[in-house]
């Protein structure tokens, strides 16, 4: 139900988007632009919960499942814009070619948009999430690969939310506030 809900906020932040660009007046939904926020804290918690579930899997297990699932579908509609750029740009409002920021977007590097020269989009727009959510796989499997190896206890442990992983209890000392 919370991924419906952030799934609809973003919605109609790009409702409002148009609207405003048409000329109409619209309500302020910018704050709606949170259920982006939701998404990632949801992504991470799926992480989590799937690794769990399997206990014996490794960080390259981790890495390469994603891999599998994420880049042949990013790859692909990212090389239809691209052939769009290269041989019909007049349909494209911002994307044009260029060389550098094509190769950043199929590496999922961030890179300045060669037109929109105050963002970091790659050429398939919407894909500036799936930068973030790679970064965040390529931590998760280090975390993943750290955890491994601590002894028995190990698989039986969140490899962000371990002992390991957290910052000691602070301690008082006896009369003080």
């Known amino acids: 139900m919370l991924r419906g809900v952030a799934a609809t906020?973003?919605?109609?932040?790009?409702?409002?988007?148009?609207?405003?660009?048409?000329?109409?007046?619209t309500l302020d939904v910018n704050w709606l632009s949170s259920g982006v926020d939701i998404f990632f804290v949801i992504s991470g918690f799926i992480m989590w919960v799937s690794v769990e579930r399997r206990q014996g899997m490794s960080a390259g297990d981790f890495m390469r499942n994603r891999i599998i699932r994420i880049v042949p579908l990013y790859w692909l509609?990212?090389?239809?814009?691209?052939?769009?750029?290269?041989?019909?740009?007049?349909?494209?409002?911002?994307?044009?070619f260029s060389a550098p920021h094509a190769i950043a977007s199929f590496l999922f590097l961030p890179a300045?948009?060669?037109?929109?020269?105050?963002?970091?989009?790659?050429?398939?727009?919407?894909?500036?999430t799936l930068n973030y959510e790679m970064l965040f796989y390529v931590l998760f499997a280090i975390a993943i690969a750290a955890s491994r190896g601590r002894g028995e206890n190990a698989s039986h442990s969140s490899p962000c939310f371990s002992p390991q992983w957290s910052l000691p209890?602070?301690?008082?000392?006896?009369?003080?506030?």
């Open 112 to 128: 300045r948009h060669p037109v929109v020269t105050d963002q970091f989009w790659p050429l398939l727009v919407p894909g500036w």
């Open 9 to 25: 906020m973003v919605v109609f932040v790009h409702i409002g988007l148009q609207l405003e660009r048409l000329g109409y007046g």
């Open 169 to 177: 209890a602070p301690r008082f000392a006896a009369g003080s506030t």
């Open 77 to 96: 509609v990212t090389a239809g814009v691209l052939a769009i750029a290269l041989t019909a740009p007049q349909l494209l409002k911002t994307t044009v």
